[in-house]
Nanobody, 123 residues
Framework: QVQLVESGGGLVQAGGSLKLSCAAS????????ITWFRQAPGKEREYVVG????????YYTDSVKGRFTISRDNAKNTVYLQMNSLKPEDTAVYYC????????????????WGKGTLVTVSS
């Protein structure tokens, strides 16, 4: 069983930065790939970024490449999402999700979910 808790969301002006954290429970954290999803009002939940358990491989959806950076500290059971040059269209609830062993961008493949943290980018 893995429990995930997101933090770091808030209100920021366009062009600003935020750093989200996803803290996980459990002793097998490094066996899980972690993916950040987001869901804007009235829209479906979409994949944003992902990272494999070792942290060697990372994945980014096109709209955030060059602006967002995902990283993980397995000693702290935490994954980070550094978000720079934020745009109003980045406004959403951000969720982290865990998948055992392999990585996937599909929300249907995730084993565990956090409850989300709200990011609001004002214009």
């Amino acid at each position: 069983q893995v429990q995930l808790v997101e933090s770091g969301g808030g209100l920021v002006q366009a062009g600003g930065s935020l750093k989200l954290s996803c803290a996980a429970s459990g002793r097998t954290f490094k066996q899980y790939s972690i993916t950040w999803f987001r869901q804007a009002p009235g829209k479906e939940r979409e994949y944003v970024v992902g990272i494999r358990g070792t942290g060697v491989s990372t994945y980014y959806t096109d709209s955030v490449k060059g602006r967002f950076t995902i990283s993980r500290d397995n000693a702290k059971n935490t994954v980070y999402l550094q978000m720079n040059s934020l745009k109003p269209e980045d406004t959403a609830v951000y969720y982290c999700a865990a998948k055992l062993l392999s990585w996937s961008s599909s929300k249907d493949d995730m084993d565990y979910w956090g409850k989300g943290t709200l990011v609001t980018v004002s214009s």
